[in-house]
């Protein structure tokens, strides 16, 4: 299973998209696995629908297209997988371009969703995704993540604790 992959395989996995133009995260999306969803994001899956919804049809990048054909959280909600069709929904809603997911499958998202945050230990060393550049977590690093699983990565890619432009935390400790 994707729980028993490596990092690297999931990172890659989060961002494919088969023949019919569906990602890992629609089908868990249409068949309400909320574990499955979490993991997906966590690693990356939304770089494909935050690619598509910028241009309808996707982007061309390096020759290919990135597109999915339905967004995850709509696919959830017409399954009738109310619950899961909201948390995708906040989940794609990241505020701003500094937390946009990376199409790049080395990198881990982050994200900006303070008023969920969680700490979290790195189990090994993560490549987080903000403003265009990379902040390098640790292995055995404490990191704040959110709802989702995500790094949450404040100013100047602050991470314990993500700081806002005023130099306070964004999370409670």
């Not at 790195?122 to 989702?148: E, H, L, P, Q, T």
């Amino acid at each position: 299973t994707m729980e028993e992959k490596g990092p690297a395989f999931r990172l890659r996995a989060a961002r494919t998209i088969d023949d019919d133009g569906c990602s890992l995260l629609t089908y868990a999306a249409k068949n309400g696995k909320q574990n499955r969803a979490v993991l997906l994001v966590s690693h990356g899956a939304l770089a494909l629908e935050h690619r598509s919804a910028k241009g309808r049809g996707g982007e061309e990048q390096g020759g290919e297209v990135l597109a999915v054909k339905e967004v995850s959280d709509g696919c959830a909600a017409k399954e009738g997988h109310e619950q899961l069709a909201g948390l995708l929904k906040k989940a794609r809603n990241h505020g701003s371009d500094l937390w946009a997911p990376p199409l790049d499958p080395s990198l881990y998202p982050s994200s900006s969703n303070w008023e969920s945050s969680s700490p979290a230990v790195a189990n090994g060393d993560m490549a987080v995704a903000y403003g265009g550049g990379v902040v390098n977590i640790g292995k055995g690093s404490k990191y704040w993540r959110d709802f989702m699983h995500r790094p949450l990565v404040g100013w100047h890619g602050t991470w314990n604790p993500p700081r806002g432009m005023d130099g306070e935390s964004m999370v409670t400790n």
